[in-house]
């Protein structure tokens, strides 16, 4: 089962404007990444934000984490259409860093 | 340098076949991870190899799957008796031992699996 609920589902702008993605979580966590995905395979990875912070920036990225809403957003300012791909939230708790527990993913396209 | 590699890219099974998925870790990684991505299930975790360590094999979901790996570099994910809902991406992924990043996992490209 997925502990990550994320919203929206599909998410569909403009290029040039900011794409919000929100990760709601269960269970108490070590850290929270965030991949992306392009046409179903690999993922790659964007950002760790570690239980201990609130918020990190990465180039036109910004993740806010909120462990007492078990919450995390991810913000992509002045999207571009190579941004178009879908985006993954996903938890590390316990002792266990290797374990991931994936959110169902935000469908991002953004329209040149 | 190179990255994590998988393969086959795709495999089409006929259903009660037993199959066989290969990862190539990134050189100098000693965590592996296997999951799978289903539509109906999404990203779910299946085993996680650490060094040494026995593997967490909390996720694979049943008997039909197992996993080794060989020499702590290259693993194998075995599904004896493929059944229909078998069919996914099986995708790999490793981390290096750096405590500080042993957190970030690097994915492969994924092996499509179709059984008939």
């Known amino acids: 089962s997925q502990q990550g609920e994320e919203d929206p589902q599909a998410l569909s702008i403009q290029e040039g404007e900011n794409a919000t993605m929100n990760c709601s979580y269960k269970t108490s966590i070590n850290n929270l990444q965030w991949y992306r995905q392009n046409s179903g395979r690999g993922l790659v990875h964007l950002i760790l934000?570690?239980?201990?912070?609130r918020e990190k920036h990465s180039g036109r990225l910004r993740v806010t984490l909120d462990t007492s809403k078990k919450s995390s957003s991810l913000l992509i300012t002045a999207s571009r259409a190579a941004d178009t791909a879908s985006y993954f939230c996903?938890?590390?708790?316990?002792?266990?860093?290797?374990?991931?527990?994936f959110g169902q993913g935000t469908i991002l396209t953004v329209h040149p | 340098g190179a990255g994590v590699s998988q393969s086959p890219s795709n495999k089409v099974t006929e259903k009660g076949k037993d199959v066989e998925l290969r990862c190539d870790p990134i050189s100098g990684h000693t965590a592996l991870y296997w999951y799978r991505q289903s539509l109906g299930q999404g990203l779910e975790f299946l085993i996680y190899f650490q060094g040494n360590s026995a593997p967490d094999k909390s996720g694979l979901p049943s008997d039909r799957f197992s996993a080794e790996r060989t020499g702590g570099s290259v693993s194998t994910l075995t599904i004896q008796r493929t059944q229909q809902e078998d069919s996914a991406v099986y995708l790999c992924a490793s981390s290096p031992p750096t405590s500080s990043l042993r957190e970030t996992q690097y994915f492969g490209p994924g092996t499509r699996l179709l059984v008939l």
């Open positions: 934000i570690r239980s201990n912070e």
């Open positions: 996903a938890t590390a708790g316990g002792t266990s860093y290797g374990k991931l527990t």
